[in-house]
Each structure stands twice: as structure tokens, then as C-alpha cells.
């Protein structure tokens, strides 16, 4: 148990002698994920998270649940996640562990509709006109029009 402690020691004449220790406890192993990368768009594995912990005995192991548990083979920071929750677990040199979520989200889907056509009134008159409608995805949006070269 953590804390002073003092021994006393008397021999077979009746001579004493003492001995103290202080034994410390480590400081618990406390942590976050930062650095948080969310999929940049739906279906998408961009995704990435960092874990930083603080107290323990160094060094520290994790183990991220993307690829299996109980290995403990990962680094601190793992990439390459889909949408999802994500465990990791990380072990101190003494054995102590420390666990957190991280939960990597996606956009919906990118999705856009021609919602409004109005085509040339004579050959070359160049008075067509569109309107598209964007839902989805992530904002905001570029939009390019391409004239494929075609009239008539």
C-alpha cells in the first residue's frame, strides 16, 4: 500500500534498529482523443484520431480496436478509419489500462439535381439556362459548369 512505512527490528540481545520507506503510488493513467479527422465523405476511410494519456509508468502501449484487440501493437495515433466508434486501450509498463471512445463521423451523401432546364430558344443563342440543387456532402460547394462543345 502506498504510503510511510517504518520496520522495527530487535535482535535476540534487545538491540533495535528501524528502517522507513516511502512507497508511492503512480498517478492514474487519465486521457483524450485529439486530433480528431472525420471521413471527409460518405463511404470514405480518412478518417483519424489521436489518443494522448498522462500518469502511469511510462512506457505506454495501445491497442486500437480497428484491426482486433489485445495485441497492442498500434501507436498512439491511428488512420485509415471509416464512420464508426472506435476503442482504444492503452497499458502501462506496470499493466495499469486506460480506455476511451472515439466516434468518426461522415458526411451524407453529395447528391445533386438538375431541378430547373430551360433549353436554347433558336440554334446558337446561348439562352439556355440550369438550375441545380445540392443536398449532402459538405459545405461549401464549387460549383463548374462544363459546355461540352455539343449545340443544336
Known amino acids: 500500500e502506498a504510503g510511510d512505512h517504518l520496520v522495527w527490528v530487535t535482535d535476540a540481545n534487545g538491540c533495535t534498529e528501524q528502517a522507513g520507506v516511502a512507497i508511492t503510488d503512480p498517478l492514474g493513467m487519465i486521457g483524450s482523443i485529439i486530433n480528431i479527422q472525420h471521413v ?43 464512420a464508426g466508434f472506435y476503442l482504444v486501450r492503452v497499458k502501462d509498463a506496470n499493466g495499469c489500462k486506460f480506455q476511451t471512445y472515439v466516434d468518426i463521423s461522415e458526411p451524407t451523401a453529395l447528391f445533386a439535381e438538375i431541378v430547373d432546364l430551360s433549353h436554347e430558344t433558336c440554334n446558337g443563342a446561348k439562352d439556355g439556362a440550369a438550375t441545380v440543387n445540392v443536398t449532402g456532402g459538405t459545405t461549401p460547394y464549387t460549383y463548374e459548369w462544363i459546355d461540352s462543345g455539343n449545340t443544336g
Open 40 to 82: 471527409s465523405c460518405q463511404g470514405g476511410m480518412d478518417g483519424k484520431a489521436t489518443v494522448q494519456v498522462v500518469g502511469g509508468t511510462l512506457p505506454y502501449e495501445y491497442d486500437w480496436d480497428n484491426d482486433g484487440m489485445g495485441d497492442y501493437d498500434d501507436g498512439p495515433t491511428v488512420a485509415g478509419l471509416s
